[in-house]
């Protein structure tokens, strides 16, 4: 019946409104304005529970070993859906370094962009891929996924010992982090030349907004704190010493809260000092 019903709102309504149908009949996406992290928590099972890294681990594998094209939050497809502004960042820094690539996918799961985009950066002259994740996803990546590109690292200060990059990508963890602005500032001292951010849900204005997103039940039975970035506060972190390249729109497109909505959002921002780097679409000089 409610397979059914779907299928006649498909028909008749535009697609906000079938967004804003299927929220409520499946009790998922995001609710709430808490005043603080710990507020929040206590409506959240948290992000650390081993039936997460289960899940994303069986579909991840599906996707090494060619069972399955990609892999989304522990979600499979029959195909790959890019993030096409995103590649092309990528392949635009590589072009600036001499057709090299060492990237930070900070919060990189087990490696979902990377088997996203690593057909287009394989012919590359070198390709790192360097993912700084939770301890028990380390672990896993490490026995299972990592190769001769994809490495695993337990902090961000490890992988910069040893690493260094030409970029970081914050894809879609930004919200899920008790201070994302905080890491930001952390990021920015690094002074990494690039700086990506891809599927963040930005709010008009300069205010955060702190909610409890509810993971579909078919997906796994979770509930995070996650926050909806304020567009001024979060370009003011970068001011002073970067500027932006790009802005894009990320794959969610429109995401709606109890009494408003955001826009899934990308930025790329280049290091100041790094002027004599041409920006995308520049004429060759």
């Not at 996406?29 to 650390?48: L, V």
């Amino acid at each position: 019946m409610l397979s059914h019903s779907r299928q006649l709102l498909h028909s008749f309504v535009p697609p906000l409104a079938g967004e804003l149908f299927n929220r409520l009949m499946r009790r998922r996406g995001f609710f709430g304005n808490y005043s603080g992290w710990e507020q929040a928590c206590r409506d959240s099972t948290g992000y650390d529970q081993t039936a997460i890294l289960e899940h994303v681990r069986d579909a991840l594998l599906k996707v090494k070993n060619g069972e399955a094209a990609y892999e989304r939050d522990s979600v499979l497809f029959e195909e790959i859906y890019h993030s096409w502004p995103l590649l092309a960042g990528l392949l635009w820094i590589a072009s600036c370094n001499g057709n090299r690539l060492n990237l930070i996918d900070y919060g990189g799961s087990l490696g979902s962009s990377y088997f996203q985009n690593r057909s287009f950066l394989s012919h590359l002259e070198e390709f790192a891929w360097n993912i700084v994740e939770q301890e028990h996803f380390v672990r896993c990546g490490r026995e299972m996924f990592e190769d001769q590109c994809l490495k695993f690292y337990y902090t961000l200060e490890e992988c910069l010992a040893v690493r260094q990059p030409d970029a970081i990508l914050l894809s879609s963890v930004l919200p899920y982090l008790e201070d994302p602005h905080a890491l930001l500032s952390t990021i920015i001292k690094r002074k990494i030349t690039h700086i990506i951010i891809d599927r963040t849900p930005v709010l008009d204005g300069a205010k955060d907004r702190l909610t409890v997103q509810r993971v579909p039940a078919e997906i796994y039975d979770a509930r995070y704190p996650a926050w909806f970035l304020g567009r001024e506060k979060l370009l003011g972190v970068f001011e002073r010493d970067y500027e932006l390249v790009m802005q894009f729109d990320a794959l969610a497109g429109t995401i709606f809260l109890d009494d408003t909505f955001a826009r899934d959002k990308g930025f790329i921002f280049r290091l100041k000092s790094c002027s004599h780097i041409s920006f995308p679409g520049a004429p060759c000089t």
